[in-house]
């Protein structure tokens, strides 16, 4: 039967007070646990020694994963030797694992322990805990996990790691296309800029609507009908919108559009045009002419008359005309039913095919108390727990998975962690409660 844990997470009174004596005896044991022995000092007082050692740790170690930090002198704990390190430091989502070295009382010689800086130090150890050690007292299986948790979150980071490495390089070279899309307009033409806000009650949303390459996570979509009627001089058109949108474009017969280049942090999706009319399409993720950046735009965008979308997503610029010329259709940018969808859309299919279910109030309680957080119930036990999810069977993270779009997972023995970003999402290694990424 394991003691009463207490996290360094937890502010409750019996938590501050276990912390305050731990504190005070420390002053009186330590000299004999620096010494190598240490049998009389209380279980609290060698933990309260053992998180100092390990926040003394993350703070220095820079290194590979397991090895000391390259600093002048290197860090030797008293009690501890690293088992691993996360690799993850510069996103301050430093996980560590130490076992207690031959310095420490035999009762914890070749024990665990597990402290995670992001999550306002909660502690493991697979050490038998007496009461109020200001540590979670885990089986050595479950260390296991927690160990293997780390390790699969520090590649997971190192992976992100690299793509934004990536982007930047993208981001710093001229791209090719952008100088292709530049030489192919005419000498003489007229700019027209349109703009869709993101703004509630300007443009036309399109609801449940997933379009290839999106990973933006929200949903959101909006839908441009931009109608152009300007046979004096051939057109370009340049399209920016934040979130994704479509913009179905139509000319008048006597309409020569000259280019199009639709620009947004997510990515663009103009259609309508002739075949042979030059479409360039930039955003965060295809980082050509610097994105959505404004120095990104030619010189001659300063030019350009202005318009935004109305309330229904239309734009007229021009007269009206008896006929509208226009290609494409919106089908053609959806993504299929076998696809998983990013954000909200994917995990609406993951509950549908069975892959994960709702927490329930109940679970959601239990997990908050195995974590030594205060426990309650905030509707019917039975009741589903919005945006959190007991992972059934083997997945991937639908992409798109940041801020308001995040997500709780829990992870049950037996079932392999989850593949792809991990994005802003909590990942609780169940039954330990050890929590993973963006913890609370």
Not at 26 to 32: D, E, G, I, K, R
Not at 89 to 109: D, I, S, W
Not at 209 to 229: C, E, F, P, T
């Amino acid at each position: 039967m394991h003691a009463p844990a207490f996290t360094t997470a937890n502010a409750a009174s019996a938590a501050q007070a276990a912390w305050l004596i731990a504190l005070i005896g420390l002053a009186t044991a330590w000299p004999a646990l620096a010494q190598g022995g240490g049998e009389g000092a209380s279980d609290a007082q060698i933990m309260a020694q053992a998180i100092r050692e390990a926040k003394a740790y993350q703070r220095g170690a820079s290194g590979p994963m397991g090895a000391p930090p390259p600093s002048g002198q290197p860090l030797q704990p008293a009690l501890l030797a690293p088992v691993f390190q996360s690799a993850a430091q510069a996103r301050n989502q430093a996980g560590v694992t130490l076992r207690f070295t031959a310095q420490a009382p035999a009762r914890f010689a070749g024990r665990r322990l597990a402290l995670e800086k992001a999550t306002r130090d909660q502690c493991y150890t697979d050490a038998p805990l007496r009461p109020g050690a200001a540590c979670r007292s885990v089986t050595p299986e479950a260390m296991d996990r927690i160990v293997q948790g780390q390790q699969w979150y520090a590649r997971n980071q190192a992976s992100a790691d690299e793509q934004q490495r990536i982007y930047k390089e993208r981001s710093a070279q001229s791209d090719a296309p952008c100088q292709e899309w530049m030489a192919a307009l005419p000498p003489d033409f007229t700019v027209l800029h349109i703009d869709q806000p993101a703004r509630i009650g300007q443009g036309k949303r399109l609801q449940g609507i997933q379009l290839k390459g999106d990973d933006s996570g929200g949903g959101v979509v909006y839908h441009v009908q931009a109608r152009i009627n300007q046979p004096e001089k051939p057109v370009v058109l340049l399209l920016t919108s934040y979130y994704p949108a479509i913009w179905q474009i139509s000319r008048s017969p006597q309409t020569r559009i000259a280019a199009v280049w639709a620009s947004g942090y997510h990515r663009q999706y103009p259609i309508g045009t002739d075949e042979q009319v030059p479409v360039l399409t930039t955003s965060h993720d295809e980082p050509r002419c610097k994105s959505h950046r404004p120095q990104g735009l030619p010189p001659f965008a300063s030019q350009a008359q202005k318009f935004s979308s109305d309330r229904t997503g239309e734009v007229l610029i021009g007269e009206p005309s008896a006929r509208w010329i226009s290609h494409g259709h919106i089908a053609s940018l959806q993504k299929g039913s076998d696809e998983l969808h990013s954000g909200q859309g994917g995990m609406a299919q993951l509950l549908q095919r069975g892959i994960v279910r709702q927490v329930t109030e109940r679970e959601y309680a239990a997990n908050r108390q195995q974590r030594g957080q205060r426990a309650y119930l905030r509707n019917q036990p039975d009741a589903p727990v919005q945006d959190h999810y007991r992972i059934l069977q083997a997945m991937r993270f639908p992409s798109g998975m940041y801020g308001g779009y995040s997500a709780h997972f829990y992870v049950p023995e037996g079932v392999p962690l989850p593949e792809g970003d991990v994005g802003h999402n909590s990942i609780y290694l169940l039954p330990s409660g050890y929590c993973l990424g963006v913890c609370p």
